[in-house]
């Protein structure tokens, strides 16, 4: 998700891997071949298949209640994470994506966990550190991630709706400026830990399922 702040400001560093806004579809090989960064944009999925010929894809949208369309057969390798997929049906292979010993595990005959609704508590809270859209509309927000709030904090408007925080802590997730969102969905997290550190870097669970992505890739390639 923290590379998605290139596609709103043009480029974005994570754990030293920079990432770029591609202005066209064109320009996606281009810079695919160069390595320098990697590329980031919204444009239509099929022109991007049709145009790169990749051949692999990785489903990463994690859409919890959605149940993923099939993208077994668009290129040689469909990799699918968490809730919704099938190793054999809806994707080649799996990755499971919910806390517990088996995260990040490649998953070849059967399919991930089902989405359980409740988050990992941190500091003790878990739903308590967010804060939903109560509108649809355009997110707007001054405040930035690792900084410090208070509790019914003003951080951020929806509309003509003022967006509080949920609880005292650092802003641990935040919606982009500018962004527009949907009734009822995440748009703020706070960790009440109060350790900015934490709101930077790769934090264990997407570490572990990007290495179950890595390690089900290697694989992939070397029986190929």
Same mark, same amino acid.
């Given at each position: 998700?923290?590379?998605?702040?290139?596609?709103?400001?043009?480029?974005?560093?994570?754990?030293?891997?920079?990432?770029? $806004?591609?202005?066209?579809?064109?320009?996606?090989? $281009?810079?695919?071949?160069?390595?320098?960064?990697?590329?980031?944009?919204?444009?239509?999925?099929?022109?991007?298949?049709?145009?790169?010929?990749?051949?692999?894809?990785?489903?990463?949208?994690?859409?919890?209640?959605? /149940?993923?369309?099939?993208?077994?057969?668009?290129?040689?390798?469909? /990799?699918?994470?968490?809730?919704?997929?099938?190793?054999?049906?809806?994707?080649?292979?799996?990755?499971?994506?919910?806390?517990?010993?088996?995260?990040?595990?490649?998953?070849?005959?059967?399919?991930?966990?089902?989405?359980? !609704?409740?988050?990992?508590?941190?500091?003790?809270?878990? $739903?308590?550190?967010?804060?939903?859209?109560?509108?649809? !509309?355009?997110?707007?927000?001054?405040?930035?991630?690792?900084?410090?709030?208070?509790?019914?904090?003003?951080?951020?408007?929806?509309?003509?709706?003022?967006?509080?925080?949920?609880?005292?802590?650092?802003?641990? !997730?935040?919606?982009?400026?500018?962004?527009?969102?949907?009734?009822?969905?995440?748009?703020?997290?706070?960790?009440? $830990?109060?350790?900015?550190?934490?709101?930077?870097?790769?934090?264990?669970?997407?570490?572990?399922?990007?290495?179950?992505?890595?390690?089900?890739?290697?694989?992939?390639?070397?029986?190929?």
């Amino acid at each position: 998700m923290a590379f998605t702040d290139a596609y709103f400001e043009g480029v974005c560093t994570l754990a030293g891997v920079l990432a770029k $806004r591609a202005t066209s579809t064109a320009s996606l090989g $281009r810079m695919l071949s160069c390595g320098h960064a990697l590329p980031v944009t919204d444009a239509d999925f099929d022109g991007i298949l049709v145009a790169l010929e990749p051949d692999g894809i990785v489903d990463a949208r994690m859409r919890k209640h959605d /149940v993923p369309e099939s993208q077994r057969g668009r290129t040689r390798l469909a /990799v699918g994470l968490g809730p919704g997929f099938l190793a054999g049906d809806n994707a080649d292979i799996v990755i499971e994506t919910a806390w517990g010993d088996a995260l990040g595990a490649i998953i070849r005959d059967g399919r991930a966990s089902d989405y359980s !609704g409740e988050p990992r508590p941190l500091g003790g809270m878990s $739903r308590e550190r967010y804060a939903r859209a109560p509108v649809d !509309g355009i997110f707007e927000t001054t405040s930035a991630i690792g900084g410090l709030v208070h509790e019914g904090e003003p951080v951020a408007r929806v509309g003509e709706r003022t967006i509080l925080a949920p609880l005292a802590g650092i802003l641990r !997730g935040l919606t982009h400026d500018g962004a527009i969102v949907s009734r009822g969905g995440k748009i703020v997290e706070v960790d009440p $830990r109060g350790d900015p550190s934490a709101a930077f870097g790769i934090g264990e669970r997407p570490g572990r399922i990007a290495a179950g992505v890595v390690a089900a890739v290697e694989d992939a390639l070397r029986h190929h």
